[in-house]
């Protein structure tokens, strides 16, 4: 079973920053591919940016050259660094684990942080 714990939500103004934090627990980190991904009031949740378990990136065109995610197999952490935030980029902040293994998928999820961005 892995375990996964955000932090770093809150509450900041628009053009500001946040950086989010997810630490993992119960397996071997290295080996999954992690993302955060957000759902705000009323629409279904979205990804906004995974790593690989090699590195390679992939983002959301909306937060392409604001956000950057960034892995430390080390430490077993995954962290979301927002800049010039926008009102729309609030939203619950969740931390996935995914691995596709021959016989089955694995997901995990994370209990979510909140980022609300006033105008």
């Known amino acids: 079973q892995v375990q996964l714990v955000e932090s770093g939500g809150g509450l900041a103004q628009a053009g500001g920053s946040l950086r989010l934090s997810c630490a993992a627990s119960?397996?071997?980190?290295?080996?999954?591919?992690m993302g955060w991904y957000r759902q705000a009031p009323g629409k279904e949740r979205e990804m906004v940016a995974t790593i690989a378990s090699g590195g390679s990136t992939n983002y959301a065109d909306s937060v392409k050259g604001r956000f950057t995610i960034s892995r430390d197999n080390a430490k077993n952490t995954v962290d979301l660094q927002m800049n010039s935030l926008k009102p729309e980029d609030t939203a619950v902040y969740y931390c996935n684990a995914h691995r596709s293994a021959v016989v089955r998928t694995y997901d995990y999820w994370g209990q979510g942080t909140q980022v609300t961005v006033s105008s």
């Open positions: 119960g397996t071997i980190f290295s080996i999954f591919a």
